[in-house]
């Protein structure tokens, strides 16, 4: 906590490395093609929720959509260029926060809301494209800036973005490891490892006591019916935290993995999004993110900080320092987004880290989630064939008490296994 | 004034005694100090000021034997390795876990049967109806910060399993002076003041250069609570009945597990037996005092001072520094409203000068005008003090109150009026009105900024609000006698 060091020399240094990378590797043009579709996805309490959502296309192939819509990769300086087929019942449009685009003529909306006069509102922040329409390159962001960013939909956005109208889109550096083109007197945004984007998103109404018998009032299904008047949100009480689409249990853990030796300490990329209409706090337990970026802008310094503020529509890009040491952190949303409408665990949460040393190892026969004496047998008959189970390989356990294994499969890792099968050790 | 001063010493001695004290000290943060704790989980009831309670989980002291809320402030030193056991004597099965450390025992979490679907806790825990738990860490850095349940946290944490951890750093035992005006980033009234140089063995954080020195230091842990889900939790559940969490509005807010006005009332009073810590906090003009925020909720706080900026140093138990304890850039920032995140702990420095205030607070003559950062309570005590008049905006010498005080039947007056505006001045008081402020200090909000916030479940005044205290004399916690009555243990002032 020093005063600062001379800044005017940092900011000459700095005016001269921006003049120096602005030449950027190839922009190239990327055409982008997103069909806007309504999908249907299952909870993990086995509740179908409908949404709606983007998947890429070609015009052979019409992919389903997906929550959230694909993560769309480019280069720094590229010129991204949206083509979109509306499969929906409602208009669409693109917009991606963060990026400059030449913003059309207003578009509005003159119905009339239940009860309301009719009066002219803005629909729409970008180009429309009409329900049964494909228009080719509805949307351009022109040499677009390296970074995280969410990509959505720009039309009645208080609606189509929860319905899941969303995805990320990751602009490269153009160098390889670095988040960030370097640059001087910035903070570091070099990573040996880039995990996959971390986007935070929910979906689904409220419970509604007031009615007999209570029961859920979905946004999803009163709004994919397609009203043709202006909905409001503002009761709009998501019971479904997601990340990345999925409440846990579903979902992946994501790899981050450890330094191997002889790199002392690795440093994974985590790229985390807000797509979601509430503030949450992704909160990470036995390390500490160094946040390097908010929005798509690199940080003079990172910051440490173990329960971040990610609010909604932001984007922030933290590098996760590890050593040698295997293991898992987990991830949660500390503003308790972690029930799956109501029944805990689930939610916002998922595990950082090493996934040889899963905690659910030895799951292998039928990949059913659960550990039983099916899977004990299996184990057992592997080891006595003399083969190698590399799933199974659970012992030793190290002192985390984490499954990292030893590469052999032995009578120890049978044991282990029979433990967690019959309950007794549930680490 | 002077024989004024000293018959209230007078009084404080007659009224408590001089003998050595066993309460807090009038420094620091109240806590358990060691490093191996035992503590259990269990139910209890938390008061509330409008006369309800509430039923909460919390950990207390194995060897209270009862539960508080918040949990015991653990106190340790960097570099201890710090061992706490945990009995859960609650029903379902508790962990403890504390993000910003890492943990020497395991942490794998639990998978009953490997099962993903089946996950009930992030770390090991400590099975229900007496099962214990033994966690164990290193505290390598210095810094604030807490341990929370991690197994069912959606219902746990909002039920009060958290409390606060403090590791203070290594080069406490040393002395650091720095100078205490040239730290303020945001003084534009006054950019040249001079150099005030003072000394401090007491930091925040192992900084190197005395820059997170501090006179007093306070506690802020912050928590919230929808009397529906805790009636929920204690009726409903038990009966199977869902609860929609959609649906879940705070309607208490507590400071150190108490809401306003319990917030100023002493520690450890007889009638909150679950809810040990107050916070008032309570210095001398000038003095550095160390905020240090938690906020165990699931909502934002801002939170807010009158009078002077904090400047935060700390944000989730590191020192807002690129290179700590070497030349480094100062990335401390400073707010009059700090937003408090859940999960997030923030420290932040805190001077009340009185500056810009229009009127000479100190009534001294011209002879004895103090500097803008002059602890008042050495000004006072030390005539010969050198007049510091360049540069700056000290008030005109004997500046008076720069409104015409209205008739004594137009005020309203709150209970520490102490007669005068003046710090250190008593004057007499109309009948029935004052007399918790004996010794003129000056009293303020500190609160939430989100008003709906000040209220116990609806009811104005109440709920995330304390007062703060800029007290002219030199300071000291009272013995606190078995005998004392409720509306004594409301005037802290008196024990000062």
Not at chain 1, 353 to 372: E, L, N, R, Y
Not at chain 2, 354 to 382: I, Q
């Amino acid at each position: 906590m020093r005063l600062t060091a001379p800044k005017a020399l940092r900011i000459v240094l700095t005016a001269v490395t921006l003049l120096l990378g602005s030449a950027a590797a190839h922009a190239a043009v990327v055409d982008v093609k997103l069909r806007a579709v309504e999908g249907v996805t299952t909870m993990p309490d086995g509740r179908s929720v409908p949404f709606w959502g983007f998947s890429r296309y070609s015009t052979a192939t019409l992919t389903a959509s997906t929550l959230p819509g694909p993560t769309i990769t480019v280069g720094n300086g590229d010129t991204v260029r949206f083509t979109i087929r509306n499969d929906l019942p409602v208009p669409v449009s693109i917009m991606v926060p963060g990026q400059l685009f030449t913003p059309p003529a207003k578009i509005l909306d003159s119905t009339a809301a239940a009860g309301l006069p009719a009066k002219s509102r803005v629909r729409s922040f970008n180009a429309e494209v009409a329900p049964g329409q494909e228009i080719a390159a509805v949307a351009t962001f022109a040499s677009v800036k390296p970074g995280t960013y969410l990509y959505q939909s720009g039309t009645n956005p208080a609606v189509q973005v929860p319905m899941g109208l969303y995805g990320a889109l990751v602009v490269t550096s153009g160098s390889a490891g670095q988040t960030y083109p370097a640059a001087l007197g910035k903070a570091p945004s070099a990573f040996d490892h880039e995990a996959q984007p971390v986007l935070f998103g929910e979906i689904l109404g409220r419970y509604d006591t007031s009615l007999t018998p209570p029961a859920y009032v979905t946004l999803n299904e009163e709004v994919t019916a397609a009203p043709t008047v202006p909905r409001s949100t503002v009761d709009y009480r998501p019971i479904y935290h997601l990340i990345n689409g999925k409440a846990f249990p579903d979902g992946n853990d994501i790899d981050v993995p450890a330094a191997v030796a002889p790199a002392t300490t690795s440093r994974s990329l985590l790229r985390l999004l807000n797509a979601g209409s509430r503030d949450v706090v992704p909160s990470i337990l036995g390390n500490y993110f160094s946040i390097i970026a908010e929005d798509g802008n690199l940080l003079t310094y990172a910051r440490q900080e173990h329960s971040p503020i990610l609010p909604a529509g932001k984007t922030l890009d933290a590098i996760l320092v590890r050593d040698t040491a295997k293991g898992f952190f987990p991830l949660f949303d500390r503003r308790l987004g972690i029930d799956n409408a109501g029944a805990t665990l689930g939610g916002m949460m998922t595990f950082l880290g090493d996934t040889s040393c899963s905690p659910a190892k030895g799951d292998i026969v039928g990949s059913d989630g659960k550990i039983t004496y099916t899977d004990v047998l299996a184990l057992l008959r592997a080891y006595v064939d003399g083969g190698s189970v590399a799933a199974a390989d659970v012992w030793p356990l190290d002192a985390s008490g984490l499954p990292c294994g030893d590469g052999a499969t032995t009578i120890m890792d049978v044991l282990l296994v029979l433990q967690k099968a019959s309950g007794r050790n549930p680490y | 004034m002077r024989m004024r001063r000293l018959l209230c010493q007078v009084m404080i001695a007659a009224l408590f005694g001089l003998a050595a004290s066993t309460v807090p000290s009038p420094w620091m943060i109240d806590g358990v100090t060691g490093s191996t704790f035992n503590l259990i989980a269990d139910s209890g009831r938390v008061v509330t000021p409008d006369g309800s309670s509430l039923p909460f989980w919390g950990y207390g002291l194995a060897s209270s034997g009862k539960p508080q809320y918040p949990g015991p402030t653990l106190i340790v030193n960097q570099g201890d390795t710090v061992t706490i056991q945990l009995t859960n004597r609650l029903a379902e099965e508790v962990s403890l876990m504390i993000p910003g450390v890492q943990m020497s025992s395991a942490t794998a979490p639990v998978y009953p049967q490997g099962s993903r679907s089946q996950l009930t806790s992030l770390v090991p825990a400590a099975s229900g109806g007496g099962g214990t738990r033994s966690y164990t860490f290193t505290a390598s850095r210095p810094g604030t910060f807490y341990y929370q349940s991690g197994s069912n946290q959606k219902i746990q944490l909002r039920m009060g399993l958290f409390g606060a951890i403090v590791v203070r750093p290594t080069q406490n035992s040393t002395t650091k002076t720095i100078d205490i005006a040239a730290q303020r980033l945001n003084d534009p009234a006054n950019p040249g003041v001079a150099a005030v140089s003072r000394s401090y063995t007491r930091f925040a954080y192992e900084d190197g250069d005395g820059s997170t020195g501090y006179d007093r230091e306070f506690l802020f842990l912050v928590s919230e609570m929808d009397p529906n889900f805790q009636h929920w939790v204690e009726f409903d559940r038990p009966l199977g009945k869902p609860f929609d969490f959609s649906k879940w509005k705070a309607n208490y807010w507590f400071i150190n597990g108490r809401a306003a006005p319990d917030t100023m009332a002493m520690p450890n009073v007889p009638w909150l037996p679950s809810q040990p810590y107050n916070c008032m906090p309570l210095f001398h003009p000038a003095e550095r005092v160390l905020l240090r925020f938690i906020n165990m909720g699931q909502d934002f706080h801002p939170f807010h001072t009158h009078g002077n900026h904090m400047l935060a140093v700390a944000e989730d138990g590191r020192l807002l520094s690129t290179n700590p304890g070497a030349a480094g850039a100062d990335l401390a920032w400073e707010a009059f409203t700090v937003t408090l995140a859940p999960g997030k702990t923030i420290d932040a420095l805190f001077q009340w000068t009185g500056r810009g205030l229009g009127w000479d607070f100190y009534d001294h003559g011209s002879e004895d005008m103090p500097a803008p950062y002059e602890p008042l309570d050495e000004h006072a005590m030390r005539k010969a003090f050198a007049v510091n008049t360049s540069p700056g905006n000290p008030p005109a010498s004997g500046q008076s109150l720069p409104v015409i005080m209205p008739r004594p039947d137009e005020q309203t007056l709150g209970i520490h009026w102490s007669g005068s505006p003046f710090l250190g001045s008593n004057a007499e008081l109309p009948v029935g009105e004052g007399g918790f402020n004996p010794f003129s200090g000056y009293f303020y909000m500190w609160h939430s900024h989100s008003e709906r916030e000040l209220t116990n479940n609806n009811i104005f005044p109440g709920g995330f609000l304390t007062m703060a205290g800029v007290v002219p004399w030199p300071m000291g916690w009272p013995n606190v006698p078995d005998n004392l009555d409720e509306s004594d243990m409301y005037a802290p002032m008196a024990g000062m």
